[in-house]
């Protein structure tokens, strides 16, 4: 029997200040009071970046708030957390990033098959001028659609 997925967390600011170029998945190496948190839904993503080091993937600054009933299990809330690619998968995303301007965001964490998962975006640092042109978009996308509905 297959089970869907479930998302735990979205960065919806990642979008909102970089381009998404491309997305990747990987798995995410925790503890199971981390786990217990992510269920509870204690999770932030909005300044989490990652990074490779020693051929390895990690995410940095990913803020899981630890377990009430943890107690001494519990581990540091912004640990750098290990990301689970293969070889050449980050190998690949390496070379990408030396790329200039390219980093690696977080872009959202969910459940799948009961294991948790994180996406991954190779983005690209928006300027100030292109988020005005995203907010104009999304504004004039609004008011068409409620222009088209009054009319409906």
Same mark, same amino acid.
């Given at each position: ?70 107690? &001494?299990?519990? %581990? $540091?809330?912004? /640990?750098?957390?290990?990301?689970? #690619?293969?070889? =050449? ?45 995203? &907010?104009?978009? %999304? $504004?004039?996308? /609004?008011?068409?659609?409620?222009? #088209?509905?009054? =009319?409906?």
């Amino acid at each position: 029997m297959e089970r869907g997925t479930k998302t735990i967390a979205l960065n919806k600011k990642a979008r909102h200040d970089y381009f998404v170029e491309e997305t990747y998945e990987a798995g995410i190496e925790l503890y199971g009071t981390e786990v217990k948190s992510l269920r509870a839904g204690q999770v932030n993503l909005r300044d989490s970046w990652c990074d490779i080091a020693n051929g390895e993937l990690f995410v940095r600054q990913m803020h899981i708030s630890p377990y009430e009933k943890g107690n &001494i299990f519990n %581990r $540091d809330p912004l /640990r750098a957390r290990r990301l689970l #690619m293969h070889k =050449r998968e980050i190998l690949a995303l390496f070379g990408k990033m030396q790329q200039q301007g390219y980093t690696l965001i977080p872009l959202s964490l969910y459940f799948k098959n009961a294991r948790v998962k994180v996406q991954l975006g190779l983005c690209k640092g928006k300027h100030l001028y292109d988020k005005r042109q995203d &907010i104009a978009r %999304r $504004d004039a996308k /609004r008011d068409i659609d409620r222009a #088209m509905k009054q =009319r409906m």
